[in-house]
């Protein structure tokens, strides 16, 4: 379904004219991403706006056209009493994927606001190539024997649990506008293309997507993988949590792992190695004492335990940190199927049940209490961050589902005295060799990079861009957060990190995720948002922003030090840096992106003495002229991104602009 809207639907977010000229009287701070469009901008006090008036905050500060359009998507309100309002992107009518803008709001007046929005000019949005037409080339491009809208089996499962006759997995095709990440061509890489968008779920081999087809062309211009490959109360012997005592219910004289106090249930089923969910059933027990000598055996049933108290663990850890009501905060039951296929060597969730399978010359069952949480991660940042699986949002998103792992498997230690865990490594008691899937405390011992762009860091196309290797930078960020620590990063930087504890950095890491990431955040980007995050919970100068921000110089992003600003909801001193890796001194720049002329805004309002524009070679632009008054004519600039550097004589500032 091509999701086009009416103009009378987005009358109340259309301009009367094209561009608008922006407003910067009312910005306290503004946060620019490296394309130059704002990702986080907070408002003076005396001059914020009223909640009434977001659509107007919009064409002042983000420059809209009358091709743009911001539509509200979803609301909520946190213990500091912000209400976050989430808008969705529009062009011509039609989607933007991946671009949300949020609005945080404290009685009534508007703090900040933060997100990603595409700047997009001169697209055509009518396709040229039908729905029908992209579903052909995007199952060819998945090239699977089999898919699950060809099993009537599979189709009458789906239809049953969804109580919805219609119910079906075969994909309807959803027109969007989206960044081509697949094109070889750097003139054709990151640009946006109009497109057809896909849930293609293959049953064999197995493998769930979003899968994008040029609406133009016919090329698949990204892949978002789905599948992310990593009333009684029972007594069950457990393979790795010992002896536990679990929720569950009778039914029909005997007792099933299902349970209901818990949002809306937790239920955990066996596939006896099959790999189709409709012919999963129970697991059951006569008197309720799930005992090692019934269930430590050849087919590993003791597994079942460790699923479903992995599952109560995680459902109990979000309730009492977070205030969470299951993974999406609305109740959601935890569906987990154990003995996935035969000798199947990974665990996945596939946005809308966990899967574990049993191992075979590498791991054992991979239903240890990290796992389980780490999964189930990945399904509370689909419902917040909703993270793309690629590049550095994927590793993120690898690395934040590490991170809840990591807090499960320690609240569950501290509170039921379990043994043989080790917090800061991820799946160590599954692999038969011995040792860790990753290491939080040393991401280098399994080859995974502690600093951004370091000497580890993965710059390949394989893993989804290195998802699983670049995300070590996270989780050593996490691990200095909460243990706290120094020495010297790759960059040759040395740090010293005071450590806050791990409910503290959690809360500061799932604000980060849940109130300000966007599904194509950066680590520099990421950042910004922790640092916000901090400030909202701790406020500004606090020794938790210290730490948040000398953490993240430790992995070899921004500087030590972060300006003190007084408020809730206000960004960090200074802008991304060219290099990702840093960030200068309070420089700003506007409007973004120009067009004849540029405005420097220096610390303390300095005027520059020196300016030089560089193009992304690194070689002097001659076009562009500094005209003194903190102004620089571009008008004879040809479109493009640049990089603008200034001096007032003891400090040199560096910001990128984009021209067009």
């Known amino acids: 379904m091509a999701h086009k809207y009416s103009s009378a639907v987005l009358l109340a977010a259309l301009l009367a004219g094209s561009a608008q000229a922006q407003d910067f009287s009312r910005v306290k701070q503004r946060v620019a991403s490296e394309a130059g469009s704002p990702e986080l901008i907070s408002f003076k006090a005396e001059r914020a706006y009223g909640t009434q008036e977001v659509q107007q905050l919009f064409r002042d500060q983000l420059a809209l056209t009358t091709d743009d359009q911001l539509l509200p998507l979803r ?53 040229t190539l039908d729905a029908a037409a992209a579903l052909s080339r995007a199952t060819a491009f998945v090239g699977a024997k089999t898919y699950m809208w060809q099993d009537a089996g599979e189709e009458a499962f789906l239809q049953q649990q969804e109580n919805n006759p219609a119910a079906t997995y075969k994909p309807q095709g959803e027109l969007v506008v989206v960044r081509n990440q697949r094109a070889a061509n750097p003139l054709k890489a990151g640009k946006p293309v109009l497109a057809w968008k896909f849930n293609v779920y293959a049953q064999e081999p197995m493998s769930r997507a979003y899968i994008y087809v040029d609406a133009h062309s016919g090329e698949v211009v990204l892949q978002d993988d789905i599948i992310k490959h990593a009333g009684a109360t029972a007594t069950f012997a457990t393979a790795y949590s010992g002896t536990r005592s679990l929720a569950n219910e009778s039914f029909n004289g005997s007792f099933r792992l299902r349970e209901t106090t818990r949002g809306l249930g937790i239920e955990t089923y066996d596939m006896n190695t099959g790999t189709r969910y409709n012919r999963a059933v129970d697991f059951t027990d006569a008197d309720n004492n799930w ?46 199927y154990v003995h996935y296929g035969r000798s199947y060597e990974n665990a996945y969730w596939n946005g809308s049940v966990m899967t574990y399978g049993d191992g075979a010359t590498t791991f054992k069952p991979l239903t240890s209490l990290d796992v389980c949480a780490h999964e189930i991660g990945h ?78 860091w993965y710059t390949g196309t394989g893993d989804n861009g290195g998802v ?106 200074g802008v991304t840096s060219l290099s990702g890796s840093g960030i200068t001194t309070s420089m700003n720049v506007f409007p973004v992106p120009a067009t004849n002329e540029l405005t420097l805004v220096l610390p303390g309002n300095a005027e520059a003495t020196s300016v030089r524009v560089t193009d992304l070679r690194g070689a002097n632009v001659q076009t562009a002229r500094y005209e003194g008054n903190n102004r620089l004519s571009v008008s004879g600039l040809a479109q493009g991104v640049y990089l603008v550097s200034a001096t007032d004589g003891q400090h040199t500032y560096r910001m990128r602009f984009s021209k067009e």
Request: aromatic content about 10%; charged content about 15%; proline content about 2%.
């Open 291 to 336: 005992t090692a000598a019934e269930y430590n055996n050849s087919s590993f049933d003791n597994a079942a335990g460790d699923a479903h108290f992995g599952a109560q663990a995680t459902y109990d850890y979000w309730q009492a940190v977070h205030g969470r009501n299951s993974y999406d905060n609305a109740g959601a039951k935890i569906k987990s």
């Open 75 to 127: 609301a909520g309100t946190d213990a500091q009493g912000f209400v976050h309002e989430k808008y969705q992107q529009y062009y011509k009518g039609v989607k933007v994927e991946h671009a949300t803008y949020s609005v945080h709001a404290r009685q009534g007046k508007v703090e900040a606001v933060s997100g990603q929005f595409e700047q997009i000019r001169g697209l055509n949005a009518t396709p």
């Open 468 to 573: 699983h290797t670049n995300s070590g930078v996270l989780n050593y960020w996490f691990y200095l957060l909460t243990q706290g620590g120094s020495g010297s990063n790759d960059l040759g930087n040395a740090y010293s990190v005071s450590g806050l504890g791990i409910d503290k950095a959690a809360k500061i890491t799932f604000r980060m995720e849940s109130v300000y990431m966007t599904a194509s955040t950066t680590y520099p980007q990421a950042r910004t948002f922790a640092i916000q995050a901090a400030t909202d919970l701790f406020g500004a100068g606090s020794a938790e922003v210290t730490a948040t921000t000398n953490a993240w110089y430790a992995v070899g992003v921004g500087t030590t030090t972060t300006a003190a600003v007084a408020g809730g909801t206000t960004a960090p001193a």
């Open 379 to 456: 399904a509370v940042c689909e419902k917040t961050a909703n993270l793309t699986y690629s590049n550095e949002s994927g590793a993120m998103n690898e690395g934040l589902s590490d991170i809840w792992g990591a807090c499960v498997e320690a609240r569950a230690v501290a509170q039921f005295g379990l043994t043989g865990k080790s917090t800061w490594d991820i799946g160590e008691e599954i692999k038969k060799s011995g040792g860790a899937l990753r290491s939080m405390s040393n991401p280098n011992l399994y080859n995974q990079p502690d600093t951004y762009k370091g000497t580890k």
